[in-house]
């Protein structure tokens, strides 16, 4: 088991890993947009942009792209942002089409809109 921190951004504040390898995967912690680049009041744009930036640095810390994600679970605060949460995963995976959940939740943690969590596999 390996523990995985992107030089690129801050350890997380609570305690988790942002991701563990095992087995051949890379299983990234749930992401939320990052609160030095944008807050709770942005739009939802912005904070998916934030989140799969972040998803990138850590993936990439791992060896990673998205072009390796097998899986991606999504949860987004009020189901009326789904329209634009595919827009913004369309953007980032382009033709890439991992499995996929996405799950209307009433409220995230810091007021904040949308967090990811992604697995991926080691090529």
């Not at 949860?75 to 959940?101: D, L």
């Amino acid at each position: 088991m390996e523990f995985i921190q992107s030089d690129e951004l801050p350890p997380p504040a609570g305690h988790y890993s942002q991701a563990v390898a095992a087995g051949g995967l890379v299983f990234l912690s749930g992401i939320l947009p990052a609160r030095a680049d944008v807050d709770a009041g942005a739009g939802f744009d912005a904070q998916c942009a934030s989140v799969f930036d972040q998803c990138a640095k850590v993936l990439c810390a791992a060896g990673c792209g998205f072009d390796d994600v097998v899986q991606c679970t999504a949860y987004i605060a009020g189901v009326e942002h789904w329209p634009a949460f595919n827009t913004c995963y369309a953007a980032v995976f382009g033709e890439h089409r991992p499995a996929r959940a996405v799950v209307p939740v009433p409220a995230l943690h810091y007021g904040f809109l949308v967090e990811v969590q992604l697995v991926a596999q080691r090529r």
